[in-house]
């Protein structure tokens, strides 16, 4: 059984940063990129950033460029997410989700398996 599990979430304030982890469990990790979505309250789900299953290709965003890093590590089975100068805007639901050989998509429908997400809250 494949699971995705984010956790890290919690209440910043503005300016302040986080690091969300996806851990893995039921598939071969390291034969799949992982892409992080987020959903805020009355918003359509969107795209935040992706890291391709070599590791050596990221994909973000314009509104999080220079402020967020998405790494790996197959050892692990885990991505993370570091979110530096955190902004309201960005509250959201954030939900990882894998693709098996995928190439760096931002298509929801591209990702055949998503995590339950962890709430960010950033305080102004």
């Known amino acids: 059984q494949v699971q995705l599990v984010e956790s890290g979430g919690g209440l910043v304030q503005a300016g302040g940063s986080l690091r969300l982890s996806c851990a893995a469990s039921?598939?071969?990790?390291?034969?799949?990129?992982v892409g992080w979505f987020r959903q805020a309250p009355g918003k359509v789900r969107e795209f935040v950033g992706v890291?391709?299953?070599?590791?050596?290709?990221?994909r973000y965003i314009d509104s999080v460029k220079g402020r967020f890093t998405i790494s790996r590590d197959n050892a692990k089975n885990t991505v993370y997410l570091q979110m530096n100068s955190l902004k309201s805007e960005d509250t959201a639901v954030y939900h990882c989700?894998?693709?098996?050989?995928?190439?760096?998509?931002?298509?929801?429908?591209?990702?055949?398996?998503w995590g339950q997400g962890t709430q960010v809250t950033v305080t102004s």
């Open positions: 989700a894998a693709e098996r050989w995928g190439s760096n998509s931002y298509s929801e429908s591209s990702y055949q398996f």
């Open positions: 039921g598939l071969t990790f390291s034969t799949y990129a």
């Open positions: 890291v391709d299953w070599r590791g050596t290709s990221t």
